[in-house]
């Protein structure tokens, strides 16, 4: 059974960086495609950016375009979100998911596997 943890969120002045990780245990993720969803209260869980199996192929919301890099080291079994210039928006609870798929898109219904999330607050 595939288990994602996800680390690396805290507190950050906007115009910070954060790295996110998201470790997989259980099963290689090698053969999964991976996204990073965000949601605050009250509204509904944001597609951020998502990769493919092979790490050949990216896609990010316009919000973090040109913000944020997706990684992943497959012999690590882990997926990164570096993220930098953070604005105030950008605070929610990351998590990451995995689905059994070469490549899949930011939509949360697509994704089966998904960790418990980390806080990420961008506030001076």
């Known amino acids: 059974q595939l288990q994602l943890v996800e680390s690396g969120g805290g507190l950050v002045q906007p115009g910070g960086s954060l790295t996110l990780s998201c470790a997989a245990s259980g099963v290689t993720l090698t053969y999964y495609a991976i996204g990073w969803f965000r949601q605050v209260p009250g509204k509904e869980r944001e597609g951020v950016s998502c990769?493919?199996?092979?790490?050949?192929?990216?896609k990010y919301a316009d919000s973090v375009k040109g913000r944020f890099t997706i990684s992943r080291d497959n012999a690590k079994n882990t997926v990164y979100l570096q993220m930098s210039s953070l604005k105030p928006d950008d605070t929610g609870v990351y998590y990451c998911?995995?689905?059994?798929?070469?490549?899949?898109?930011?939509?949360?219904?697509?994704?089966?596997?998904w960790g418990q999330g980390t806080q990420v607050t961008v506030s001076s």
């Open positions: 998911a995995a689905v059994a798929l070469d490549y899949s898109d930011l939509l949360s219904d697509e994704y089966d596997y």
């Open positions: 990769i493919s199996s092979s790490g050949g192929r990216t």
